[in-house]
């Protein structure tokens, strides 16, 4: 059973800085691609980041220069590095990710955990 636990969000003012992490466990994670996805209050859910089993990596225009998108495979952690935090980032987050050969660039992967949540606000 895949399982995905997300730690590390809160409330961080304007410009400041914040890493998520992400547990996983119930599949190979180090064959898998992961992603970061996000859903602030009455939107959908935003493709953030993603971060394929080889090490290639994507970022959605918003947050592309501010947030870094890593992953330890023999911790089975997958992370979020997020500066220059603004407003229009306070969202769950969550950890998300799709069998091989499945989507990943998508704001809707096949699982995700149940989320941390962020608050940027002064």
């Known amino acids: 059973e895949v399982q995905l636990v997300e730690s590390g969000g809160g409330l961080v003012q304007p410009g400041g800085s914040l890493r998520l992490s992400c547990a996983a466990s119930g599949f190979t994670f180090g064959s898998y691609g992961m992603s970061w996805v996000r859903q602030a209050p009455g939107k959908g859910p935003e493709w953030v980041s993603v971060?394929?089993?080889?090490?290639?990596?994507y970022y959605a225009d918003s947050v592309k220069g501010r947030f870094t998108i890593s992953r330890d495979n023999n911790k089975n952690t997958l992370y979020l590095q997020m500066n220059s935090l603004k407003p229009e980032d306070t969202a769950v987050y969550y950890c998300a990710t799709s069998r091989p050969g499945r989507p990943i660039l998508t704001p809707v992967p096949e699982y995700r955990g149940q989320g941390t949540q962020v608050t940027v606000s002064s």
């Open positions: 971060i394929l089993s080889g090490g290639s990596t």
